[in-house]
């Protein structure tokens, strides 16, 4: 389940699935036109393992990523990316599982 990480403003536009571990979740805040994403254990709790989450413009293999990585017990992130009228690409691991997406152009 989303925790709201991402702060007010920011509506849930996709979620992937992290394997059986967790999710990783996409937000946009229509004011800003700023995209979020956060990733979140199924199981919060210690021991704290290696999570990640990672944002950035679907624009070809250069393309900088927005990335929080670390050892962490509930959650990495949130990291934002100001991506208005453009398409996104996030990414997201837990523990040795990955995750990606892409989309939302707009």
Known sequence: MYNGACGSGY???DSTPVGDVGTVFVTWNESTGKNCAVTIRN?????????????????GRDAPYVVDSGNYTSYAGPVYLDARG????????????GANGRGHCG
């Open 43 to 59: 199981t919060p709790g210690n021991p704290p393992v290696w999570m990640a989450v990672s944002l950035a413009i679907d624009a």
């Open 11 to 13: 509506q849930v536009i």
């Open 86 to 97: 453009q398409c996104i690409l996030w990414n997201a691991a837990i523990a040795g599982v």
